[in-house]
């Protein structure tokens, strides 16, 4: 079993829905990033958290810790937000153990 | 300003020869990483200096692999007598601190094949 999972692995979903990513973690951590990865490659960090909730735009993410789960929601979900979505649990001060990445597509 | 870079962006490479690939982090950012992305898997955390100093080598797959980093700038990442296995993209970021405080700003990574 891995020390970060991911659901769904893959989610086809249309234009305008809400969406739903989650990640679940059995390891202890001090802070939990969620990362977006586009189509040709490229890693974004989309949020950094290690309690309750922050919102950018149509993203949202929360945390529980005592749970040791995290969601990361999309409003008003568009084409552009295609992407692989991966969580990553910061172990320690630095060390980051990644989830599989949910694969994400958008259709108009 | 200027983000991560990497270079090269692609390396083929025949098995058993050595290659380097570098990393420039973000002027400033005292933490560096090395990640390893294999074909359809997700990310492996391989090692992290804080600057110059490399207190988790834990992610390194074999003795085969090494890094350096100078100062608080540029990193390169050693693999000697590389292997099919290998064959990866291999990511680099850098923050400004710890990795629970601070996002991290990923490069657009090396592709390397090996023959």
């Known amino acids: 079993k891995n020390e970060v999972e991911q659901s769904p692995q893959n989610l086809t979903a249309q234009e305008g829905e809400f969406i739903t990513i989650n990640c679940s973690y059995s390891?202890?951590?001090?802070?939990l990033h969620w990362l977006q990865q586009h189509p040709g490659g490229g890693i974004v960090s989309l949020f950094m958290?290690?309690?309750g909730k922050k919102k950018h735009g149509r993203l949202i993410a929360t945390i529980n810790i005592q749970e040791k789960h995290s969601s990361l929601h999309i409003t008003a979900s568009h084409p552009r937000d295609s992407a692989v979505y991966i969580c990553a649990a910061i172990q320690g001060a630095q060390k980051l153990v990644f989830g599989q990445g949910t694969r994400l597509t958008i259709n108009p | 300003g200027a983000g991560v870079s990497q270079s090269p962006s692609n390396k083929v490479t025949e098995k058993g020869k050595d290659v380097e690939l570098r990393c420039d982090p973000i002027s400033g950012h005292t933490a560096l990483y090395w990640y390893r992305q294999r074909l359809g898997q997700g990310l492996e955390f391989l090692i992290y200096f804080q600057g110059n100093s490399a207190p988790d080598k834990s992610g390194l797959p074999s003795d085969r692999f090494s890094a350096e980093r100078t100062g608080e700038s540029v990193s390169t990442l050693t693999i000697q007598r590389t292997q099919q296995e290998d064959s990866a993209v291999y990511l680099c970021?850098?923050?400004?601190?710890?990795?629970?405080?601070?996002?991290?700003?990923f490069g657009p990574g090396t592709r390397l094949t090996v023959t």
């Open positions: 970021a850098s923050s400004l601190g710890l990795a629970g405080v601070y996002e991290q700003y």
């Open positions: 958290l290690s309690s």
């Open positions: 390891v202890g951590i001090s802070a």
